[in-house]
């Protein structure tokens, strides 16, 4: 069974820090990684993607990732109010499907 | 340009009685995805469309639920009886499809159909 793991959290980070999220995945084959932010009730809107080793940063974003490790991350810094959210880290297994872990729940207090 | 659209956005009804959500993907996206919500968890794949053939639906429970995407467009899920456990959001997601090398293209979600199993 394929598996996406993240800390369901709540994760608790004041106004203007860094939020941390981290996810692991156990395909090896996995080629594609997608970080989705949920609001409460709303659907899941993409917020980054990365397929290759390293470091991808968009704004106050930046994904982390570590195929060696089967590991992938997703920074936010300068956290505001209105990034709480739940994060939910996707995988891509093979074709075009995504395994979705559970999420993290982020609340960033003022 | 429109996104994904769903409806109906919620539905109450009786365990036994049928139900069926509607899905209109994004004009162009030939790829289509019914996926189910649980509070607290991820989305999990129901099915995948490729145009109009299914070409993932290991995960859909094929004694109780059945869905068709004629023409390649829109597409219906629907779940005769419903059960109690059935209660979720049921989300629909399109994508450009297919792969290129290092990935996929990225999907876009409706704003889901809340399902209430009473």
């Known amino acids: 069974q394929k598996e996406v793991e993240q800390n369901s959290g709540p994760l608790s980070v004041p106004e203007g820090a860094i939020a941390s999220l981290n996810c692991t995945y156990s395909d090896r084959g996995s080629q594609s990684f997608f970080w989705y932010r949920q609001y409460s009730g709303k659907s899941p809107e993409l917020i980054m993607f990365i397929y290759s080793n390293g470091d991808k940063e968009d704004g106050r974003f930046t994904a982390q990732l570590n195929k060696a490790s089967q590991y992938v991350s997703l920074l936010i810094r300068d956290s505001q109010p209105s990034d709480s959210a739940t994060y939910l880290c996707?995988?891509?297994?093979?074709?075009?499907?995504?395994?979705f872990g559970k999420g993290t729940t982020l609340s960033v207090s003022s | 340009e429109a996104g994904v659209v769903q409806s109906p956005r919620y539905k109450i009804i009786e365990k036994k009685q049928p139900v069926a959500f509607w899905c209109n993907p994004i004009?162009?996206?030939?790829?289509l995805y019914w996926y189910l919500q649980n509070l607290g968890q991820g989305p999990e794949l129901l099915i995948r469309y490729e145009n109009e053939e299914a070409v993932d639906d290991s995960q859909l429970p094929k004694d109780r639920f059945s869905a068709e995407r004629l023409k390649g467009v829109d597409s219906t899920l629907k779940i005769q009886p419903a059960e109690l456990g059935d209660s979720a959001v049921y989300l629909c997601?399109?994508?450009?499809?297919?792969?290129?090398?290092?990935?996929?293209?990225?999907?876009?979600f409706g704003p889901g159909t809340r399902l209430t199993v009473l």
């Open positions: 997601a399109s994508s450009l499809g297919g792969q290129f090398l290092g990935g996929v293209n990225e999907q876009f």
């Open positions: 996707a995988v891509n297994e093979g074709g075009t499907a995504l395994i």
């Open positions: 004009s162009g996206h030939n790829t």
